[in-house]
């Protein structure tokens, strides 16, 4: 294909004709333009941790290849929509545009499993995959795909509803992506700036291989930058499982910059270590957390068997996300599918005793809490614990009954509930 680079083990495009005998789960083309940002000043409020960043971009990790920089002239899978080459909107400290090349693989599995009838002639991009990501949203055309800059890191997010109101921004937690998101993109897109962003090492953001890049410090400043690389001020952070351990830190050392909080499903790591250690159930609950700081047998235990452990986190009967499809399976599967794909994810839970023990820290950012009654990795009794930490006025806390852990996907109706009439002040 004309005017196309590859990074080192990709396909050459031309191999891309002739249809593999197995599963092409694509990861595809981003065709939208990103500003590169220079790193901003922390904003007023409690002093961060002792670890700070430089101001200069570190060097070049040896496990980010280069990428493709020119990308025209493509046909799309007649099931998918064109995604336009459109320059980037992003308000920053200067730098440059450019088009990134995702890398493409396959991986073998039954025939059984085939969700295409034939791969396209050409990858379409992460929003058009058939099967997964755009193809499954009901209005798919208002969506953006686009990269920006953080600690040298590039980290990508989806888009909707810029210039019709506040900042939205969606944090994720393991083992999903941005697309956990998708319901809340289509509901609160005509009054929010809505941004799902993958959290670096996830989906199709940079995904370093050293642990030393996935510091709390350093995800917690991944934040800022979102927020202001997106020329926002202050933003609304919602955030699930993982990205609420990020969302309750980041209001502590950057309280300036967020407006509201709507935390799913997860506790400042303060409270959840209090909690731990005097509740031997929650203790019990997370134990897989331990068996997560062993290097590379984590990963080989959640690779095996076509990823059957993920599978069965995600789409169990009871303690899954009800009625996921297998398509939207295949969007959370396929970039822990590709290579090193679980060491990123994995490197978040091999820093949590890095700074313990933990002060208690007092919160005071007003937040919407939802919990899920039935949740089978943190015990309700945490909501109580998160309550005497907060100043008192500024905690909205409800617990869901009969309710699991997904709550963003098994029960998105509540939670707009809930999140409408918490935000309704801001909207008058």
């Known amino acids: 294909m004309p005017g196309l680079s590859c990074s080192p083990g990709t396909p050459s495009p031309s191999r891309l004709q002739t249809p593999p005998i197995h599963l092409l789960r694509e990861s595809a083309l981003s065709l939208s333009a990103a500003r590169i940002l220079a790193p901003h000043t922390p904003s007023q409020g409690s002093s961060p941790p002792t670890e700070t960043r430089s101001s200069q971009p570190p060097p070049p990790h040896p496990d980010l290849a280069p990428c493709g920089r020119r990308a025209q002239g493509f046909t799309w899978h007649s099931a998918a929509a064109r995604l336009p080459v459109e320059p980037g909107v ?3 400290a200067g730098g440059r545009s450019h088009l990134r090349l995702h890398r493409v693989h396959t991986r073998v599995v039954p025939a059984q499993t085939w969700l295409l009838r034939a791969p396209p002639a050409h990858p379409p991009s992460l929003l058009e995959r058939p099967g997964t990501g755009r193809a499954l949203l009901p209005d798919p055309q208002g969506l953006k795909l686009c990269l920006l800059q953080s600690s040298g890191l590039r980290l990508h997010y989806v888009s909707a509803g810029r210039g019709k109101g506040p ?7 393991f083992p999903e992506n941005w697309f956990s998101w998708r319901y809340q993109l289509r509901e609160f897109q005509s009054r929010f700036h809505v941004v799902a962003v993958d959290l670096r090492g996830y ?4 995904a370093p291989r050293d642990v030393d890049y996935y510091t709390i410090n350093l995800l917690t400043a991944d934040i800022q930058d979102v927020i202001l690389g997106l020329g926002y001020s202050k933003g609304i952070i919602v955030a699930h499982d993982w990205g609420s351990i990020l969302a309750w830190n980041f ?10 909080m709507v935390i799913v499903s997860g506790a400042p790591m303060s409270v959840y270590q209090d909690y731990s250690i005097r509740h031997i159930g929650q203790f019990f609950r997370s ?8 290097p590379w047998l984590p990963e080989k235990l959640l690779s095996m068997s076509d990823f059957q452990i993920l599978k069965s986190t995600l789409a169990h009967h009871k303690r899954g996300i009800p009625r996921l499809s297998p398509n939207e399976l295949e969007a959370f599967l396929y970039d822990f599918s590709q290579p090193n794909g679980l060491i990123g994810p994995l490197n978040y839970y091999r820093n949590v005793f890095r700074n313990v023990p933990l002060e208690p820290q007092e919160l005071a950012t007003p937040t919407l809490l939802l919990w899920g ?8 009794g945490l909501v109580g614990a998160i309550s005497s930490r907060f100043v008192p006025g500024r905690l909205e806390a409800h617990i869901l009954p009969d309710v699991g852990h997904w709550i963003p996907q098994s029960h998105p109706e509540e939670m707009h509930q809930y999140m409408w009439a918490f935000l309704q002040d801001l909207l008058d």
Do not use: T
């Open 287 to 294: 134990n897989y957390v331990f068996l997560f700081q062993l």
């Open 90 to 92: 992003l308000r920053g």
């Open 251 to 260: 209001s502590i050392y950057y309280p300036s910059l967020v407006e509201r």
């Open 373 to 380: 009654e039935k949740d089978p990795y943190l015990e309700k």
């Open 167 to 173: 900042l939205m921004l969606f944090l994720h937690g």
């Open 203 to 206: 989906g199709s953001s940079d």
